[in-house]
């Protein structure tokens, strides 16, 4: 028996949440995985509840759960809180409960999507690249931080800071996905400018003779951006820190054709994992039936294989999607408009994924 904690959280995460769990509902009996499925709050619906983004029985759940299925958190309702009380902490305070260092989000060019994205098909045609994103450390969790002095001179400051074994544990885990896949990893880093990313370098350098098949570069991430753009098939798997990692994949999103298109593994060194699609909860669509559920229905998939080695299951799902893509149904941020596509909502685009999963 599998325990899945699912957080629906806030704007469109219950709407493509729902869609992803009738997905998982149908494996699960098809293939016998035996998930057993326990809902708990996060984020700005947990504040409404509780006063709290992360209520502490929610936290104790997900850490006792084999992985965690999250939706979306934040919206404009809470903007206005003071920042240690805004939906986003309890997304970063679950992160660091768990320990999920490893944060994996792969950019994937289905070849019906060629014409979506943003950019020329003959640049991004067959592109399949993975993001690995350090994700506990750097700017985001350093100290110290805050907002202080007198009004109308005040100061806003955050630290960058990495610890040796925090950079070597990321860069394994990037190692050991090139080797399985083309053998090519850059480091992405601003080390001309930035002494922690210095201590980054040095510490991917120090690790490259364990994977001599894999060949290393380095990237300082202002240009890592540009090429990213310009020709993103030059690069197989990126590794960089939390900030860079955040930027960065966000822009591989959009060479994908949608934001809505790419999962997300948040993972510790016991393979127990957070699941998510990278989109944020698009308040502005929720409740209309509007948003894609794709993402999340893959993170469902990365889950079977990453927690629950269930990779069986896992490729029924991302054939599912991919059967579903080359029959013309689309979402808003998908659809280019040419024919044979058909304009369907959150809803329906997880009907034609349950219904070819269901079939087998």
């Known amino acids: 028996m599998s325990k899945i904690v699912l957080l629906g959280g806030d704007g469109i995460g219950p709407e493509v949440v729902a869609e992803a769990i009738r997905v998982l509902e149908v494996v699960n009996q098809r293939y016998g995985l035996g998930i057993d499925v326990e809902e708990?709050?996060?984020?700005?619906?947990?504040?409404?509840?509780?006063?709290?983004?992360?209520?502490?029985?929610?936290?104790?759940?997900?850490?006792?759960?084999?992985?965690?299925?999250?939706?979306?958190?934040?919206?404009?309702?809470?903007?206005l809180l003071p920042m240690t009380s805004r939906p986003e902490k309890g997304l970063l305070k679950i992160r660091a409960g768990m320990n999920l260092f490893a944060n994996l989000r792969p950019a994937l060019l289905y070849p019906e999507l060629a014409s979506a994205s943003s950019l020329k098909p003959d640049i991004v045609s067959g592109l399949d690249l993975l993001i690995v994103r350090e994700l506990i450390g750097g700017i985001y969790f350093g100290e110290p931080r805050g907002i202080e002095g007198p009004p109308g001179q005040r100061v806003g400051f955050n630290t960058d800071r990495y610890s040796e074994p925090e950079i070597e544990r990321i860069g394994r885990v990037a190692f050991d996905a090139a080797n399985r896949r083309s053998k090519k990893l850059c480091s992405v880093d601003k080390a001309n400018v930035l002494e922690v990313t210095v201590l980054w370098r040095e510490v991917m350098m120090s690790l490259s003779p364990e994977y001599p098949e894999v060949e290393l570069s380095h990237m300082y991430v202002d240009n890592a951006a540009m090429q990213l753009i310009k020709a993103p098939k030059q690069f197989d798997v990126m590794v960089t820190g939390n900030l860079f990692g955040d930027i960065l994949s966000d822009a591989a999103a959009m060479l994908t054709g949608s934001i809505g298109m790419l999962p997300s593994a948040s993972l510790n060194s016991d393979k127990q994992g957070l699941y998510e699609p990278c989109h944020g909860s698009a308040p502005d669509i929720a409740g209309r039936d509007l948003a894609n559920p794709l993402a999340t229905i893959l993170s469902v998939a990365m889950m079977l294989h990453h927690s629950l080695n269930e990779s069986k299951a896992a490729l029924a799902i991302n054939n599912a999607v991919k059967s579903v893509l080359s029959a013309g149904y689309r979402t808003q941020d998908i659809a280019s408009g040419d024919s044979g596509e058909e304009l369907v909502g959150c809803h329906a685009i997880g009907d034609a994924v349950v219904d070819l999963l269901s079939k087998g």
């Open 40 to 79: 708990h709050l996060i984020g700005g619906s947990a504040i409404d509840a509780t006063g709290e983004p992360l209520p502490e029985t929610t936290l104790k759940a997900a850490k006792n759960a084999d992985a965690v299925l999250l939706g979306a958190v934040g919206g404009p309702k809470w903007d």
